[in-house]
């Protein structure tokens, strides 16, 4: 452990302070990017609003098996996240190191079974201009307007986009997780300097509430064929 | 912020509440719910992302300063939405 390493910078009157400043810090910088998301959430919704039946049926031919194992993946992720927290403020050197390897697993895991989703998506023809029929969308079993092929179109320009930046972030967020490994193995995060775990896991967060709410968005608003051996009661809307 | 040290069987309980409600969401999008899956879907996620503000974030043991923060944040994406949509909704003179 390092102890010759000023854990107090000069310009804070305590460690408390400069513990809230660290943590108010990210959570100001996570408001603005609420509003990035949240502009692309609100230009979604609008179409959403204005052309529902061809938001459903492209989201009803997403992949929902790997985007719930992703769901998964990243809230495994944000377990081991915290746990590093844990780790670090009860001074486990070796379970923070255990914690952060695996949060970059997970995230790796994830962005691994985001390339797979993208390419059967290509093979699928879910990719507009490069991959796409226009013919087999003007005719859907159980959609009562016909559907028009550029509406599809462009609820999938809205997946490609959210799932996009969201995977931008999550590479960022990796390469900062390197670094907590970098600066773990030199044995300087410690019970009294714990903050960039903390504060590094405040955005890993904010990433995976991202994640929350695309789920719903893109993979779940369509109807899906539901696996054979899932029992599912007859309700209609 | 340096609030207590959040105990990990608080961080494995709540684990296991956002993958059950993943798979309660999961599972409400074979039903034939027609146009009602963005709303349940939006619903849960609004819980889900609320127990991990709370706890993985920390938020239930943070300073007012960082509730500044979060509450600002959904204040300003709340005009971002409803000011929009509602103009959006009201409007029916351009087509687009």
Redesign the interface.
């Known amino acids: 452990m390092s102890t010759n390493h000023a854990v107090l910078a000069h310009h804070f009157e305590n460690l408390e302070q400069q513990r809230e400043t660290a943590a108010f810090g990210m959570w100001i910088f996570l408001a603005t990017e609420v509003l990035i998301f949240g502009a692309i959430f609100t230009c979604y919704a609008i179409y959403r609003l204005r052309y529902p039946l061809d938001f459903e049926a492209a989201s009803a031919r997403l992949n929902v098996l790997i985007g719930s194992i992703n769901t998964i993946v990243l809230l495994s992720s944000s377990l081991t996240m915290a746990l590093s927290v844990h780790a670090t403020r009860v001074g486990r050197q070796q379970m923070l190191l255990t914690c952060l390897l695996l949060t970059i697993l997970l995230g790796a895991t994830f962005l691994g079974l985001k390339v797979v989703e993208y390419y059967q998506d290509y093979k699928e023809k879910l990719v507009p201009v490069l991959a796409f029929d226009p013919d087999e969308w003007t005719q859907i079993e159980g959609v009562e307007a016909p559907v028009q092929p550029q509406r599809v179109q462009l609820m999938l320009v809205f997946y490609y986009i959210m799932t996009g930046l969201h995977a931008a972030h999550m590479i960022v967020g990796m390469g900062l997780l390197i670094w907590l490994v970098i600066e773990a193995r030199r044995g300087l995060l410690t019970p009294v300097r714990y903050m960039p775990v903390e504060v590094i896991g405040l955005y890993w967060h904010f990433v995976d509430i991202v994640w929350i709410f695309l789920l719903p968005l893109l993979y779940l608003t369509g109807t899906h064929q539901a696996p054979p051996w899932l029992p599912i009661p007859p309700i209609h809307f | 912020?340096?609030g207590p040290?959040?105990?990990?069987r608080t961080?494995?309980r709540v684990?296991a509440a956002?993958?059950a409600l993943?798979l309660v969401?999961?599972?409400?999008?074979?039903?034939?719910?027609?146009?009602?899956?963005?709303t349940?879907?939006?619903l849960?996620?609004v819980v889900?992302?609320s127990l991990?503000?709370l706890?993985?974030?920390?938020l239930l043991h943070?300073?007012k300063?960082?509730w500044l923060?979060?509450l600002?944040?959904?204040f300003?994406?709340g005009i971002?939405?409803v000011l929009?949509?509602s103009d959006?909704?009201t409007r029916h003179i351009l087509e687009?």
Do not use: R
Not at chain 2, 32 to 38: K, S
């Open positions: 912020m340096s040290i959040t105990p990990t961080y494995y684990f956002l993958i993943t969401t999961v599972y409400v999008s074979f039903l034939e719910l027609g146009p009602w899956h963005t349940v879907g939006v849960i996620g889900k992302a991990v503000g706890f993985f974030m920390h943070s300073s300063a960082s923060a979060v600002a944040s959904l300003w994406l971002l939405m929009t949509i959006y909704l687009y």
